[in-house]
C-alpha cells in the first residue's frame, strides 16, 4: 500500500530564505507525482507535475525533483515571500492520487 | 476558461441526513474524482469516474455513491450522515481516467454534521 509521507509538518521562516520541502513515498510504481498548494479551507493549485521519467521540473522560483528509485522528492522554494504562506502537498500517482499530511509554510516579513 | 466548479460552497447538516455534492468539471475533461479532505489531513480518495463509469473506488463505506452525467457533470451522495463525515469534499477533473493525467481541483465543498 503506497504511502506518502512530508518533512517537516510545518516551518517558518524569515522572508527570503531558501528553502527545501521533502516528500517521500513507499512504492516506486507512480505514473507521476505532483506538488499543490492550499490555501486555508480553499481548493488544490498544481504548482508543478514531474512524470515519472523526468528528474525535475521548474517554474518561476519553485523547483521540484524526483528520485523514484529512492521513493524521494524535494520542492525548492527559493527567496520566499508571504504570500507562499500556504500549506504545500505532495501526491503520488497511481490509479489516484495519494496524498501526504502537507507541510504548513509560515513566511514572515 | 472555467475551472472546475464545485456547489454548494458551504453545507450544514444533522446526523442522520442525506447530503448530495456536484461538481462541474473543465470543459473537455471527462473523468471527475472525489477526494475527501479532513481537517489537518491530506486529501482521501473517494471515487472516480469517466465517460460516466466507475473506474475507482477508495476505501469508504456504502454510504457514499456518486454518479456522472452525460454533460460529465458529478454527483457525490452521502447518506445517513455521521460526525465524521465533517470534511472538505473536493473534486477533480482530468482529461484521461486514472491519475495519469494532471488534475485540476475545485476549491471544495465544506460540509459540517452536527
Known amino acids: 500500500k503506497q504511502e506518502v509521507t512530508q518533512i517537516p509538518a510545518a516551518l517558518s521562516v524569515p522572508e527570503g530564505e531558501n528553502l527545501v520541502l521533502n516528500c517521500s513515498f513507499t512504492?516506486?510504481?507512480?505514473?507521476?507525482l505532483q506538488w499543490f498548494r492550499q490555501d486555508p479551507g480553499k481548493g488544490l493549485t498544481s504548482l508543478l507535475l514531474?512524470?515519472?521519467?523526468?528528474r525535475e521540473q521548474t517554474s518561476g522560483r519553485l523547483n521540484a525533483s524526483l528520485d523514484k528509485s529512492s521513493g524521494r522528492s524535494t520542492l525548492y522554494i527559493a527567496a520566499s515571500q508571504p504570500g507562499d504562506s500556504a500549506t504545500y502537498l505532495c501526491?503520488?500517482?497511481?490509479?489516484?492520487?495519494?496524498f501526504g499530511k502537507g507541510t504548513t509554510l509560515s513566511v514572515s516579513s | 476558461d472555467a475551472g472546475v466548479t464545485q456547489s454548494p460552497t458551504h453545507l450544514i447538516k444533522t446526523r442522520g441526513q442525506h447530503v448530495t455534492l456536484r461538481c462541474s468539471p473543465i470543459?473537455?475533461?471527462?473523468?471527475v474524482s472525489w477526494y475527501q479532505q479532513v481537517l489537518g489531513q491530506g486529501p482521501q480518495f473517494i471515487f472516480q469516474?469517466?465517460?460516466?463509469?466507475?473506474?475507482g473506488r477508495g476505501n469508504f463505506p456504502d454510504r457514499f455513491s456518486a454518479r456522472q452525467f452525460p454533460n460529465y457533470s458529478s454527483e457525490l451522495n452521502v447518506n445517513a450522515l455521521l460526525l465524521g463525515d465533517s470534511a472538505l469534499y473536493l473534486c477533480?477533473?482530468?482529461?484521461?481516467?486514472?491519475?495519469?493525467?494532471?488534475?485540476?481541483f475545485g476549491n471544495g465543498t465544506r460540509l459540517t454534521v452536527t
Open positions: 477533480a477533473s482530468s482529461l484521461d481516467q486514472g491519475a495519469r493525467t494532471p488534475l485540476h
Open positions: 512504492d516506486s510504481a507512480i505514473y507521476n
Open positions: 514531474i512524470q515519472s521519467s523526468q
Open positions: 501526491a503520488v500517482s497511481g490509479t489516484a492520487l495519494i
Open positions: 470543459s473537455g475533461h471527462k473523468s
Open positions: 469516474y469517466y465517460e460516466k463509469e466507475e473506474r
